[in-house]
């Protein structure tokens, strides 16, 4: 039997009388990333932007004690995430309050599945409250649980961490190469490290090849696991290249035991549709990281139901209380898990440079 039969097969047996081939997998909202991503008309990139926002991206000089850099939350060794359920934060006994998301491929966050998108528009946060990779990166920057830290006003420490930027004649220099302009500017440090993170990106997973046409890049189970996952309606919410429709769905998720005030999400316990790619490199999951493995993941569908105080049953998303996981034996939930791994991609820029023009030590 080959492969293609095996798609036709699952789905004829789980969702009725429908024939899946390769090239209708769109039907199903699914599709592979484009090989590229788009900059913003008002910062193109180039190759001496990209090495100028990578060295930002690991130089603790952007944050106040010169002791958290990006790469502190979001690690390459880690999946550019930090494996923890929420992030140390500026300093001990600070932590964020939320799950730091990988940053692989949030260049590509709100494509849909022709690839169209505007990175000048593009969601960004558990709860889409900022609109580019440009305007994300000032969340952190700051940020008094992150970056800036509590001591400094945003009006105060702006101007400060410009002139430490530009203190360093090697970062001049750089400035200069990437904007032919050497003034650093806290615009031009968020444009840099953007333009950094639009390399950092996963177009050529077991998937992606799979529905490029390379019938051998799936294993059997996870042809299988693709077809459960269709036949369950995940891809209802996590659609498109990115596995995300970028939209806000109420779950009902538990809240993190060690918050003192609820996070609310967007402000009624909605967060958004997190993508599926490079899951085995970004747990523990959820906004807050309270489940910590897949099978975790499948067990809290299968439950279906509020696991949140506040948040009723009537409350949650219609597409949630409508998945199909019942009957689902152990097998199922494996062949999901299986195929979610074929959404992985190790072939991403895992270098940490040797040293950092500060000179400060990498953290
Ligand atoms: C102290 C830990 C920490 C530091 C430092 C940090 N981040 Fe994050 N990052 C997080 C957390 C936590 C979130 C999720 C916050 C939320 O959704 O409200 C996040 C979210 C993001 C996102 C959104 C991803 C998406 O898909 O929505 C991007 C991009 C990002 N960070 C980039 C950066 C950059 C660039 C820097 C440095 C300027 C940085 N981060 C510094 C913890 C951190
Ligand atoms: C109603 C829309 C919806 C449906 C249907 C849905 N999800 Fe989700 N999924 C979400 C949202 C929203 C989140 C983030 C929730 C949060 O952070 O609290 C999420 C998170 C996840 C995560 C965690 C990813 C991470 O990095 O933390 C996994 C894995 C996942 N979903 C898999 C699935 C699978 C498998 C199915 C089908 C059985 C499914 N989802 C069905 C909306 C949905």
């Known amino acids: 039997m080959n492969r293609l039969s095996i798609i036709s097969l699952t789905t004829i047996l789980f969702q009725g009388c429908q024939e899946v081939n390769l090239d209708s997998l769109g039907e199903f909202d699914i599709g592979p990333l484009p090989q590229e991503v788009p900059a913003p008309q008002e910062n193109p990139i180039n190759e001496a932007k990209i090495e100028l926002g990578r060295l930002l991206f690991f130089d603790p000089i952007l944050s106040a004690n010169n002791k958290v850099s990006c790469a ?40 849909n599945l022709l690839g169209e998108m505007d990175p000048s528009n593009s969601p960004m946060f558990y709860d889409n409250r900022a609109n580019s990779l440009e305007e994300q990166c000032m969340g952190p920057l700051l940020s008094s649980k992150e970056m800036k ?37 806290i615009l031009k440090i968020t444009q840099a490290i953007a333009t950094y993170e639009r390399t950092l990106i996963t177009p050529n997973s077991p998937f992606d090849q799979f529905v490029k046409g390379d019938q ?23 659609s498109g290249p990115m596995f995300s429709d970028y939209k806000l769905h109420i779950l009902g998720v538990d809240e993190h035991p060690d918050l003192a005030n609820f996070d609310k999400g967007d402000g009624n316990y909605a967060f ?46 219609g597409k949630f209380k409508d998945l199909k996981m019942s009957p689902f034996n152990l097998s199922r939930k494996d062949e999901i898990i299986a195929f979610l791994k074929a959404l992985d991609d190790p072939n991403f820029d895992q270098t940490v440079p040797d040293s950092v023009p500060s000179g400060l030590p990498l953290r």
């Open 72 to 111: 502190s939350c979001h690690s390459p060794s880690k999946g550019f995430s930090d494996g923890l359920d929420r992030s140390d934060g500026f300093s001990k006994g600070i932590k964020t309050p939320r799950n730091a998301p990988t940053i692989l491929n949030a260049a590509f966050n709100g494509i």
């Open 149 to 185: 830290g509590p001591e400094w006003t945003e009006e105060e420490y702006i101007p400060f961490l410009e002139q430490k930027v530009a203190a360093i004649r090697e970062y001049r220099q750089l400035f200069y190469g990437a904007f032919e302009d050497s003034t650093v500017s």
């Open 216 to 238: 051998h890049a799936m294993t059997d189970q996870q042809i299988r696991g693709l077809e459960a996952f269709i036949s369950a309606g995940c891809n209802r919410c996590h």
């Open 272 to 317: 958004r549709t997190t993508t599926l790619r490079n899951l085995s490199y970004t747990a523990p999951y959820m906004h807050n990281g309270q489940l910590k493995t897949l099978e975790d993941v499948l067990r809290f569908y299968e439950r279906k139901r509020s696991e949140h105080k506040d948040v009723s049953s009537s409350d949650l998303a």
